[in-house]
């Protein structure tokens, strides 16, 4: 069975792929926000937070543009750097983690980023009267 150019587009538009995505992300960025430093801190430092919150930014802001919410992007960056700061709390209470503005202030760059990303790719997303 072979799946066609449409129908990849048909599940892509699909809310609940990208609402699901985005529960995945923030589940494994608690995850491994909490757990001790692994290998040589490959969970922790700036490319790391880059990363994860660049990437929960822009599938955050593609679930809220197939939903149709104003504001979806901004709102999406908004909810990636207050998660990333809810982390950084979290981790203030953890002895072998740390509370670092620094890292605070990388989540809420790189949820610029995503949401720049999810804006790029909203006109692929959005139906235009084809599936």
Sequence with gaps: MRIGNQQVIACLR?????????L???AAILVLSVV???GNGIN???????????????TAGIFLILKKTPWSLAK?????????GLIELVQYFIPYRS???ED???NCIAALAGMTMAGILRPLLISRGKP
């Design 99 to 101: 509370c670092e503005a």
């Design 24 to 26: 995945a992300e923030a």
């Design 76 to 84: 999406a960056a908004a909810s990636a750097a207050l998660y990333g």
């Design 36 to 38: 001790p430093s692994i």
């Design 104 to 106: 605070f202030a990388v």
């Design 14 to 22: 699909t809310p609940g792929l990208w609402l699901a995505a985005c």
């Design 44 to 58: 922790g430092g700036p490319a790391a937070h880059g990363l994860a919150y660049s990437t929960l930014s822009c």
